[in-house]
């Protein structure tokens, strides 16, 4: 597919209304194979020009996210425009003996918290702290038993008392995702419930941080071939989940070589400095509101771009 631009008085007197009815027959088009990749995975055409990604994971349908380089929380089937950020102050509450409580808030997957060799009982670790609202936190742990049932909450606390968010359940546990909170709270903690059998069990508490509504962003990797080495005019458009009025979407093209489409609007069809090589990343940002943005608001389900 190739995108024709029109400029006024040269190819017609009415270039912004036919670039308004070829951009609004696009973002159908776009939307539409975002709603197919969420269903299933599809081939795209071979002779290039368009690409897409549904978010059916945090790697996405087309395994394109690069979740290493993407700064926005993935919330079950969308990206959502909050990001992970420790825990800053508090107290720190510890009732099961966990060695290296610090680990939980450095921020760091591969530190860790741990109870080990224990028996039957509950054991919790976490902080308090000022009143903040929170809307997802992130969380890893990990539990190993020889034997019997293992359950660990994600708890929060109002300022009198704690109530669960999320339990799970398992002999060995292995978590590593981000929970949905919403709410206006004064602590977090993990309750790790060990039932042994008789024997003993062990507990590691990796991450417990919290989200911070920000603009956010997530990377894509575009398979070769997908668009043309000469590019220079695209189209951007998303399935948004989550919307409000000020909120904004922005999208760019890179390559390794260094051309770098920069910042494009969404829903529009832009022009830039044509490339020297084919654009090999897609980088789109998820702008909230400036003035009190409602927490995870932009999200959208997926993206896609024509050329």
Request: glycine share 8%.
């Amino acid at each position: 597919m190739t995108i024709n631009t029109f400029t006024s008085g040269v190819n017609t007197s009415f270039s912004s209304e036919l670039n308004q009815n070829s951009a609004s027959f696009l973002k159908a088009q776009g939307r539409n194979l975002i709603r197919q990749l969420q269903d299933r995975s599809v081939a795209f055409t071979a002779d290039g020009g368009e690409w897409a990604e549904a978010y059916t994971d945090s790697d996405g349908r087309k395994d394109s996210v690069d979740t290493d380089n993407t700064t926005s929380i993935f919330d079950t089937d969308k990206y959502v425009s909050s990001q992970i950020t420790q825990i800053s102050g508090g107290s720190t509450v510890n009732t099961g003996s966990f060695v290296n409580p610090d680990n939980l808030f450095d921020g760091d997957s591969g530190t860790y918290a741990s109870v080990d060799d224990k028996d039957t009982g509950e054991y919790i670790i976490g902080k308090t702290f000022s009143s903040t609202y929170v809307g997802y936190c992130k969380v890893k742990f990990t539990t190993n038993t020889t034997s019997g049932a293992t359950s660990v909450k994600l708890q929060k606390y109002d300022g009198d008392s704690w109530s669960d968010v999320q339990e799970w359940t398992d002999n060995d546990l292995d978590v590593d995702t981000t929970v949905a909170v919403d709410d206006t709270i004064e602590g977090l903690r993990f309750s790790f419930n060990l039932d042994t059998t008789g024997s003993t069990a062990d507990g590691y508490a990796y991450r417990l941080d919290v989200s911070e509504t920000v603009d956010t962003i997530i990377t894509h990797d575009i398979p070769s071939g997908t668009f043309s080495s000469t590019i220079s005019i695209a189209f951007g458009t998303a399935l948004v989940e989550d919307w409000e009025s000020e909120a904004d979407i922005q999208y760019k093209l890179t390559n390794t070589g260094g051309d770098d489409s920069g910042w494009l609007a969404y829903n529009e069809i832009s022009t830039f400095t044509a490339f020297t090589a084919e654009p090999d990343t897609c980088i789109v940002k998820l702008i909230p509101k400036t003035t009190s943005p409602t927490e995870g608001y932009p999200s959208i389900n997926g993206f896609a771009v024509f050329e």
